[in-house]
Every structure is written in structure tokens, then in C-alpha cells.
């Protein structure tokens, strides 16, 4: 049970508000680091092996305690573990500001990720319980639009706060904001919690955090320490082993388990599992390449990066504010389908980039990519907590969460490898890299990780216009081969979609009444009008509008 629905609707978008606060500020640091790292290697003198853990620490933080953090707010309380991870990130992000050294800056960045796991896991889970029916619908459209703004927005903000106000500014502006949504959640979000809920599964919290935290961190370290090499093959070896001890946990505990594992007996849980990930894998990966392509081949300052991504971002928004009011008028599997194949028909887009293009070849690529990913987050995060009845929803919010981060840390982790592979091997194949002989191979990785004009630079001056030349198309060429490969990726995930996702799997409570023969839309108008006037006292409001369309 959860406990009695007292908010009303303007108490319901505060909750909505800080919800959003919090996500875009948590997403926000996936990437407005990146465009900081020149400024941080000069502080701290950091070498590469540093700088990638500045990175990384935050995903493995982020990755490793989203189910955990899920299980525990059902269990603890939402509000209460919301506001716990407000002020873990909060603190760590304070931490970050303040750092001397780059160790320093990685561990404060690892516990920054673990609060915004928290944020990320339970924010879901918050608008489920105050929003049912079109209503939820519409806030989830909202929830969409800041998950890809935080993206999207990314090397624009960090632009501006790096060239304006210092690095470390990236992370000290959480503070002020974070304090204000903070105040906002204590005083004006109600709690509501699993009132019968078992003790907290221990044993499985700790063995699945271990597992995913050995899987993450073999795909983040897995390119720079090698494939094979004994500390990554270890790892995946350990967290396999922890994994299946997890699932032998949980099967045990049943109903008492952090873990259902009943769910993936439900076929709309798995495809929108696998679709996520899949999502995730194919988008951040392109975009990071998109970045990087635009900030070190067309040599675009970070702030006039983020400019010339504003085409994606503005399509991305919309495109989730109509979003949000469809997915209670149009079946769930077209919205999900239908996204990713405009996924991957942006990412095949890229091709229409050359040597000598500029970054207006880019843009229908960018409208393409910001249509699918608006069209994808609203379904993906109301779809993630229907499956389960509403006390279990922080639960189900963090297994989906878990799933885009994985996704994450796989398409980093495999496209990177692949893109740096790709390209390397392009430029020793060229004619300028056969000149260059066994150096040829070191100057394509520094192509790869964007150092192309500098290396050219470098070289006998007779020699740097073809070298310079060759690496921007070794560059190129690498991006849409690779960027072709995300594309296969996400319409393998629209396939899923299409054909995984059933109204008639999801609870009740999300699923609503469906009574005409001919699909129409129907709503359950008396409860609705009880979730507006704030009069339902105890059991979860039903009030929710479908539309079955052949798909339940």
C-alpha cells in the first residue's frame, strides 16, 4: 500500500519541478566535464589515464545504486531517500569545486554519481505516485524533455561557465540550485512509501551493487587496460558470479526480494529493458561522437558547439511535449518503434557529412536524432514504472535506470573502441600515413581522440597540409562508419519495440478500463475527477486513459 493521496495539483507540479531540477542537473554532469577537461589537465598538470577516471568515476557511480536506491525508497520512503541523495550530490558536487588534485576530483566525482543514482532512480517514481491517466502522460512529456535538454545542453553550459567563470564553477553551480529544489522537496512533496514492505534485502543490495559495479567498470577500463587482459577479464568473470549468486538470493526471498525476478516473465518489462539500453547505447554514444566532431574537426569553441547543437535540442523538446500527451492516445509500442526508427534514420544521416562539408550537413541528421529521442523518453519512463503496481514503483524505475546506464557504459565503451579502432586504421591506410611509416599508428589515435590538427602542426612543415588533410578524412570516414553501426543498433531496438510492447502486460493502474470495440479512447472519469479535487484518501487513484490499438 502507499500512503494516502493528499496533494493537491499545484502541490503535484512542485514535485514535478524538483524532479526535473534534479534530473537535469545529475545529466547535466554526464557532460558539461568534458568540454572542461583541458582546463582541469592544466590545473592539476593530469595525465590521460587521470582524466578518463574524472570521467568515469561519475558514470560508475551513477551505474552501480539505481536498483538499489529504487528498492530502498519503497521501502524507506521516497521523499526521504529523494532528499538523502540530494544531499550526498550536493556535498560531493561541493567536494568537486573544492579539489586540489585530480584523485581528489575523481573520488568527489564517484560520490557525486551515487547521489544522482539516487535522484535518477526514485524521480520516476515521485511523478508516478501524484500523476495518473492524460495528466501523467503530459508530466512524464516534461520529464522527457529535460532527460535530452541535460544532454543536449551539455557543451553549451559547460562552455559558457569554463570560458566565463573557471571549471570548477561547473560544479559549484549546483549548489545554489540544488539548495533551492532541495528546500522546495522537503517542504512541499508529500512521502509515500510501501507500507508493508519486507526488510530491506541486504544481501541482495550488496551483491548486485557489486556485480554491476565490476561490469561498468570492465566496459568503462576495458579499451584502455585491454580486452583481454587479466584485471578486465577478472572483472567480468566476478561480476557474472555475483550476478548469478543475486539471482539465487532473490529467487529465495520471493516476494521479500529488492528484485523481482517474476518480472522478466513479463514480455513488455523485457522489451522495454532491451529498448532502452539498446536506446542508450546507439544515442550517447553518437552524440559524444558528434561533439567531438564538431568541436575538433570543424574547430568550434565549446559554447559555439553547443550553438550550432541547438537545431537537435529544440527538435528534442518539442518533439517530448507532444510526446507526453500521446502516450494515453496512441499504443505504447508505436510511440517506442517508432522513436528508435527515427534514431537510426538520423544516425544514417550522418553520412551526409564529407572532408569538406561544414556543420550544416549535419542538421538533418540533428532533427532526425532529436525526433526520436523527444518521441523515446516519455514512454520510456512511464512505461518503466507500469508494469508494476504502484508501491513497487521505485523499484521498477531503478531496474530501467539500471538498464540506460549499462547502455551507456556499452555504447562509451564498444563505439569509442570501435571509432578509435576505425579511424587509426583509416589514417594508416592513407597516403600521408604510409609516409609517416611506424609513427603512423600513434599520430591515427591522436586523430581519433580529436588531436589531428595539433599532431599535423607538429610535423616537418612541408608535410603538415596532407597530414592535416588525410587526418580530417580519416576522421570523418570513421564517424559515419561508425555512426552507420549505432544506426543498425537502434533499429534493432525499434524491432523490439514494435513487437514487445503490450497494453495488456502493463498493471492496472497504468493500464485503465478499455470498453469500445473500436479502440477508442476511454477515460475513468470519476476517478479522475477525485485525483483533481485531491479527495482520494487511501487506495491509488485509477485514472488512466489507453488506447489499445491492436497492441493489448
Known sequence: MMSGRTTSVGGRGWTLAVVCVATFMLLLDLTVVNVALPDIRDAFDASFTSLQWVLDAYAL?????????GSLADRLGRKRVFNMGFVVFLAASLACGLADDAVVLSVARGVQGLGGAVLFAVGPALIGQEYRGKDRGKAFGVFGGVVGLSIAFGPLIGGALTDGLGWRWIFLVNLPVGLLAMAVSTLRMRESREESAPAVDWWGLVLFTGALTLLVLALLRGEA??????????????????????????????????????????????????VTLL?????????????????????????ETGLRFLPLTGTLFVAAAISGSLTTRVPQRLLMGTSLALIALGLSLVALTGPDTSWTALLPSMFGIGLG?????????????????PSKAGMASGINETFQQVGVAIGIAGFGAAFQGRVTDLFVQSEAGRQLGVSAHEFGAAVAAGGGAEAAGRAPSEMAPALEAAARTAFVDGLTDVMFVCAIIAAVGAVVGFVFIRTRDLHESARGETVDAEHRTVVNTADAQGLLEGESAGAPVVAQSVRTGGDG
Open 61 to 69: 557511480g551513477l551505474a552501480a545504486v539505481l536498483l538499489t536506491a
Open 373 to 389: 529521442m523527444g518521441l523515446f523518453n516519455p514512454p520510456r519512463a512511464s512505461l518503466s514504472i507500469a508494469v508494476v503496481e
Open 279 to 303: 536506446c542508450a547505447a546507439a544515442t550517447m554514444s553518437a552524440i559524444f561522437l558528434l561533439v567531438s566532431y564538431v568541436q575538433n574537426v570543424l574547430a568550434y569553441s565549446p559554447w
Open 225 to 274: 587496460e585491454g580486452w583481454g587482459s587479466a584485471p578486465i577479464v577478472g572483472m567480468f568473470v566476478a561480476s557474472v558470479v555475483l550476478l548469478a549468486a543475486f539471482g539465487v538470493v532473490e529467487r529465495r526471498r520471493g516476494e521479500r526480494a529488492m528484485f523481482q525476478l517474476s518480472l522478466f516473465r513479463n514480455r513488455t518489462f523485457n522489451g522495454v529493458s532491451v
